[in-house]
């Protein structure tokens, strides 16, 4: 997908200026604040409408995601954020016209490995306020799965493949003024999604491969959520994502549990 991949690079090279630009902009965090590493697990429902065939149809990405998760504070107020896990992704609705026979996708979930990075820059900005800055890229590399074709007079299988990245850059502002160590905030960020799905038909002696390109429909998410510090070393955060989109909206949620070091 050399158009995709492009895009990618752009987007990260975006990202990564923003990032720079951010940490210099930001005031630096009070001396008392020191390094750390914090180590966890999280889980996000992905639900994204997707476009294809040069954006003349529409189908949805549906999504869960489990992954381990870790941020690493290499200096006051910049850390960076790593996570690796599985990943199970559906694509239900493509349709591959240039294969024998075309077919409609309708099989469902399938496995896939799923990592991602990125970095986060934090300072106060008010008395109960604190403002962070994020930037994060993961993907998914689908394992593939094979189906047997039915209602035709010979043999026939089918053999696909997915796999699908996104980038998200962007502020959100905590609000640190309640009791009980609970802590809400408010998340907007650019976000892109693009990927590829590759299906492979064979029936008796005809035999072909269509890959499909999908990019994800709409490019702001917005978020709401809460943090809860359970105990001095351990943490809950659970956020609700929405991201408009030309004639809907797509709803997503994560939560997340870490342990501090």
Known sequence: MPRAWNIGRRAAGLSSALILLSVSLLPAPQAAESTGLKVGAGAEYLNRTISWDEQA????????????????????????LFRGGYALSSFNGLVFRELPFSVEYQAGFTGGLYLGGGFKAHAPAAEVFYLEFEALFDTCFGFGGQWALEGLAVPGALEGRSSWSRISVGPSVWYKGLAYYVYPFVQVRYTSLWGSFTMTETVD????????????????AVSIGVLSEVTEVLSLRAEATAVPRSGGLDLGASVRLAFSF
């Open 57 to 80: 149809y529409t189908s949805s990405l549906r999504g869960y995601l489990f992954s381990l998760q870790a941020d690493y504070e290499v200096r006051p107020g910049l850390s960076v």
């Open 205 to 220: 002696v005809l035999e072909g491969t269509e890959i499909k390109s999908v990019k994800g429909s709409g490019a702001v």
